[in-house]
């Protein structure tokens, strides 16, 4: 069992930053593909970004160009640097690993965008 904790969410007004980071309880040098997804208010999941073992990247259209994802292999860390923050960036976000074909996520960190 994989588990993946995120952190760094939070309030920030339109226009702002935030970097979101999920700790893997294991190597993420194991895990196939890793991604971050989201959910807002009475909307289906969505991805956001995914990061393959080798680092190549993939963006949802709606967050190219203000967000980042990477990964730090020796500490077992997932990245996501978000900027130009929008209101409708509100949701949770979910961290996301695939270990095996097994996908294991964590439990999510809200993230709001408010004036």
């Known amino acids: 069992q994989v588990q993946l904790v995120e952190s760094g969410g939070g309030l920030v007004q339109p226009g702002g930053s935030l970097r979101l980071s999920c700790a893997a309880s294991?190597?993420?040098?194991?895990?196939?593909?890793m991604g971050w997804y989201r959910r807002a208010p009475g909307k289906q999941r969505e991805l956001v970004a995914t990061?393959?073992?080798?680092?190549?990247?993939n963006y949802a259209d709606f967050v190219k160009g203000r967000f980042t994802i990477s990964r730090d292999n020796a500490q077992n860390m997932l990245y996501l640097q978000m900027n130009s923050l929008e209101p409708e960036d509100t949701a949770v976000y979910y961290c996301n690993a695939v270990y095996d074909l097994i996908s294991f996520w964590g439990q999510g960190a809200q993230v709001t965008v408010s004036s």
């Open positions: 990061i393959t073992r080798g680092g190549s990247t």
């Open positions: 294991a190597s993420i040098l194991s895990a196939r593909d």
